[in-house]
Structure formats: C-alpha cells, structure tokens
C-alpha cells in the first residue's frame, strides 16, 4: 500500500524566514501528489497539486512544491513565511490505480513574530 | 456559491446514543467521503461513495454507517457500537472520473463530543 511520511509534525520560524516543510512517498510509480492547509477548526484546503506535468508546482498563498522523482519527495516552501501561514499542513498521495487518496499525518507551523 | 456544508460544527452526545452528522454538496461531484481526524494521526478513511446508491468501507469502518439515497447527500451515522467516537469529521467530494477526480474538496468539519 502507498504511504506518505511528513517529517516534523512540528515546524516554527520566523516571519519572513524560508518555510520548507517536508513529504516522501513510497511508490515505485510516480503518483499523483497533494499539498493541503488546514486552519484550526477548519476543513482541508487545497494547496497545490502534482499531476505528472511541470515538477516545480505553484500554489495559493505563495507557496510552492517540487516533485524530485530520485528522492521520492515532494517537499513544500514558501521563501518568506506570514504569520497568517501558521496552520496544519498534509500531504497527500494518490496512486494509479484503485488505490485511495493516503494523507501523511500532518505538520504543524508555527510563525514566531 | 458552490462548496460542502457540513452540520452542525459542534455536536455532544451522550454514550450510547447514535448520532447522524449531516454532509452536503452543490458541486454537481459522484464522489464522496468521509474522514476522522484525530491529532497526530492525519485523516483516515470511513466510507466512502462514488455514485448514488452505492458505498464502499475505508479503512475505518466499524461503529459506522452511510446511506447515498441523493447525488448530494451523504450522512455519516456514529453509532453506540464506536469506541470512541469523539473526533473531529470531514466530508469530502470529488468529480467522479479521470484525473481531476483524484482532487478532494472538503467540507468546514463537524467536532463531535461523547462524553
């Protein structure tokens, strides 16, 4: 079965420093890939997506994700973090195939002042 | 405006009682799903239902209970046979076919409290 592992399920820096909040898949085929935002008490909002087109993907908010196929990583940024950013974030993975949508248990960000 | 509703945010119940959480869409989307959360474990997969009158079981499934009788309705029953069942509930919809329908689009979320 596919997995997702999000490294840090707690990340803080600071306002305008770089946010880089980390996602590897297991998949021997590249998948279809998701980045989610969640504000507290609040359902998912997409992010961005990585459907097998450009690998530098741009999203909402100024975030960005690069899918790197040798690493089997798709790892999040943002080069100035707002405080308005502070959030959970999940990564997803979608297979081919039958196999259903598979979240990682999620980061929390936190933006120091 | 198009998007899911879910209802109420807030919900306590008593052990014992079952309980319906309600999930509604305008998207025109087949698919739709139902997630728990609970801290440090991400979402996990309840039912889910990809046309009218049809549902699968996630990875999830006991204590609970689903009916798709409308294309934009899908209520999630807790029932008394959950363990614990105080969580916070997201429901989710997607088109029904092809690449765009691997996008889920979700509801605010219901917590749900049994004490």
């Known amino acids: 079965a596919q997995s997702v592992t999000q490294l840090g399920s707690h990340v803080s820096v600071s306002e305008g420093a770089l946010v880089l909040l980390r996602c590897n898949y297991s998949s021997s085929v590249p998948p279809y890939l998701f980045w989610y935002v969640q504000y507290p008490n609040q359902g998912l909002q997409l992010l961005l997506k990585?459907?097998?087109?450009?690998?530098l993907v741009k999203g909402i908010n100024g975030f960005e994700a690069e899918f790197k196929k040798s690493e089997t990583s798709f790892h999040l940024t943002k080069p100035s973090a707002h405080m308005s950013d502070a959030a959970e974030y999940f990564c997803a993975v979608k297979p081919f195939g039958n196999e259903k949508l598979t979240f990682g248990t999620g980061t929390r960000l936190t933006i120091i002042p | 405006d198009g998007g899911i509703t879910q209802s109420p945010k807030y919900l306590f119940r008593k052990e014992g009682q079952n309980v319906t959480l309600s999930c509604e869409q305008n998207?025109?989307?087949?698919?739709m799903y139902w997630y728990r959360q609970d801290p440090g474990q991400g979402l996990r997969l309840i039912y889910y239902s990809q046309i009218v009158n049809d549902f699968q079981k996630g990875d999830i499934a006991e204590g609970y209970s689903v009916s798709r009788e409308k294309k934009e309705s899908f209520p999630l029953t807790v029932t008394s046979a959950q363990k614990n069942p105080t969580a916070f509930y997201l429901c989710a919809s997607s088109p029904g076919t092809g690449p765009s329908s691997y996008e889920q689009y979700f509801g605010p979320g219901t917590r749900l409290t049994v004490t």
């Open positions: 990585y459907t097998s087109a450009a690998t």
């Open positions: 998207l025109n989307h087949d698919a």
